[in-house]
């Protein structure tokens, strides 16, 4: 078990260091097509004081059909140091949800070398429910910052990696979609792609580590993952590479260390849509 301290961080604390110097907020909200909810409207409407916003589709790489894969590290480095985020901050994400889309936009910064990265605990329903400020001017554009990159690619598997894990056991695969989904019961809401899951996969829905909005207690996510071998790489998946990282960051607090971790990017996004991928129903 880790201290959660390094991942997450409280509303109080928080509250207590707005406006401190080096210190950064981005609101990372994002929502499936259909919520009908816009992540980047809601922050213009009202924000924590003094956060920016990082929209995963707007900042993704466009050479490609899949939604919000990574940009390559140089235009990373140059789209988020346009937000202000440098990779020395002290850097707290969070989003509308509470803990949905903020491990993504954390992930992606964590990858890119950003160094202190945290969550804020319950986001921005738990800010609100506690009645903190709430800045409902509008926006501005922030101080740009500088933001140099070290990628560390092992964080990141592409389908060839995916395909080998499964085909050698040397890595758990985990899903995070819904059992439905994962057993191929439902239509995926992207059309164009094929019910099911990979061959050797494990669910766990992302669901089952959340509640309330936050991180579920040790004692639920580690019975999420009791399937799971957590001596052995681990490489999380999901619809489009967000929920993935709820996963990854639940496997962090259980003490997984992030080099036995990777995250499928393309996700069943990618996999669910190539040619000769292999798919299976059932559980």
Known sequence: ???RSRLL??????????GAPGLTIVDASWYMPAENRSGRAEWAAE????AVHFDIDALADRSTDLPHMLLSAEAFAEAVGALGIADDAEIVVYDGAG???APRVWWNLTVYGATNVRILDGGLPKWKAEGRPLDTSAPTAPTPATFTPTVDATRIADLAAVAAVLSDGSAAVVDARGPARFRGEVAEPRPGLRAGHMPGA??????????DGRLADPATVTAAFAAVDLEKPIVTSCGSGVSAAILWLALESLGVPRDRLALYDGSWTEWGGAPGTAVVTGP
């Open 47 to 50: 924000r924590i004081p003094g």
């Open 9 to 18: 961080v409280s509303t109080e604390d928080l509250a207590a260091h707005l």
């Open 99 to 101: 803990l949905f889309s």
């Open 202 to 211: 494990l669910n766990v829905p992302f669901a089952t580590v959340v509640a």
């Open 1 to 3: 078990m880790t201290d």
